[in-house]
């Protein structure tokens, strides 16, 4: 996730510069979107296979993705669809009125699916027409899931799976850091067009979360299980965090004054703890459970000194650095939330999510005001001090 920290010294000429070099780099970062199996699909089987993976990872995979699932049913690859749960197959291919799963989404159904929601009859009839025409499998619209999701087994990635999971622009706005894989390239965007001159390898697996110490001196990049802190303009990795951590880590960021580095970690649909590492060691200073579910950006507010984080569970929270206690949180979001930004005032939070919705909330008083916006906030930066916001998505 961006940093999205307002910056004292920004001026407001050059963000929006940057923030087009960020969108034309997120599209030079995407991996290929379609895998071979999926260029063998017909049009139609195409677009409908789309249509509904996208309503499962969107409404189910939250349940029935991770490495514990829901009723044994795993809702990931076509081949765990097909074998079904703990009661036995839910899906028959080419025949949608024999399929437990067609039923669970009916309004009056006993196993009602999603628990907490209720699918359009469009949306029902897209996924009966996809059960109907073979549950044609299209992998890349489960992609935001696949990420957080892949096999926890630290083999080599394949070589199509090169996601840009995480970026983060230094401070200063010269250098911006992303992940593509398991590769941690760095940019230099002082010249035009920006020059890549670092690609820098010390994950295994995809790295899922990038910060930047507020000096623009130390780069941190998470993991599975990892975290590699990283010397900046040198790049020497000055300390490695493998213990005391689990899982992916899908967020980090540095206190403003470098003491202190937070991390998010978990399994998705696991309870995701948030931990604070003591930068002179990086040995663990403190560490609870925050949300119900993984966590998808951290953010260090300094002018209170506080620190936000938002998640797949719908919520977004407001901790307290010192004593590591709640102070509140802003509930709204019908959706995974995935990126938030804080105004340079301290005043006003944005959050955005896959509801498709851009909401600034004031923070003291919790009230909300909203911005529809057309994909999912993926990434949000103040864009100047008038309280604008840049979104990619
Ligand atoms: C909040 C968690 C959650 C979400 C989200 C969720 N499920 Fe489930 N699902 C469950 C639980 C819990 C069970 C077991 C329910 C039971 O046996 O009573 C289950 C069971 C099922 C079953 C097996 C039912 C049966 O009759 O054996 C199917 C099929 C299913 N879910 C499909 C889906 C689909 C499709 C979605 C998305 C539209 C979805 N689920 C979303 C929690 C969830």
């Not at 960021?253 to 590492?277: C, E, M, N, Y």
């Not at 060691?281 to 953010?299: F, P, R, S």
């Amino acid at each position: 996730m961006v940093d999205g920290r307002m910056l004292p010294n920004e001026s407001s000429g050059s963000r929006p510069l940057t923030c087009w070099v960020v969108l034309c780099l997120l599209a030079l970062l995407s991996p290929p979107d379609r895998t071979s199996a999926e260029e063998a699909l017909s049009p139609e089987a195409s677009i409908l296979g789309g249509e509904a993976l996208t309503l499962i990872r969107d409404n189910c995979i939250s349940c029935h993705g991770g490495r514990k699932t829901k009723s044994g049913l795993k809702l990931t690859t076509r081949e765990d669809l097909l074998k079904g749960g703990d009661e036995g197959r839910v899906v028959a291919p080419g025949k949608a009125d024999e399929s437990r799963l067609l039923a669970n989404l009916h309004p009056d159904a006993e196993v009602h699916m999603p628990p907490k929601g209720q699918f359009t009859p469009e949306q029902i009839a897209t996924i009966r027409d996809w059960i109907n025409l073979g549950v044609p499998w299209v992998e890349s619209a489960l992609k935001i899931e696949s990420a957080f999701l892949a096999s926890p087994s630290l083999s080599a990635l394949p070589e199509s799976y090169r996601p840009a999971l995480a970026l983060a622009l230094s401070p200063d706005e010269t250098k911006l850091a992303a992940s593509h894989g398991n590769a941690l390239l760095i940019y230099d965007l002082t010249t035009t067009p920006p020059l890549l001159t670092h690609t820098l390898v010390s994950h295994a697996d995809a790295i899922q979360s990038i910060a930047w110490s507020k000096n623009g001196k130390i780069l941190a990049s998470g993991g599975f299980a990892r975290i590699v802190i990283r010397h900046i303009p040198a790049t020497n990795v000055i300390a490695e965090i493998t213990e005391n951590i689990e899982g992916r880590v899908t967020a980090l960021t540095f206190s403003d004054d470098g003491h202190q580095l937070f991390s998010s970690s978990g399994f998705v649909t696991q309870p995701a703890r948030i931990k604070v590492w003591d930068t002179s060691n990086y040995t663990l200073a403190a560490g609870w459970d925050a949300h119900e579910d993984v966590i998808t950006a951290l953010l260090f507010d300094a002018v209170k000194g506080q620190l936000f984080s938002t998640s797949i569970d719908r919520m977004v929270k407001c901790w307290n650095v010192k004593s590591f206690e709640f102070i509140s949180k802003f509930e709204g979001h019908t959706d995974y939330v995935l990126a938030l930004a804080v105004n340079a005032k301290g005043e006003l939070l944005a959050t955005g999510g896959s509801d498709n919705q851009l909401k600034i909330w004031d923070i003291a008083t919790g009230e909300q005001n909203l911005l529809a916006i057309e994909g999912d906030a993926l990434h949000l930066a103040p864009v100047n001090r008038a309280n604008k916001i840049g979104i990619t998505d």
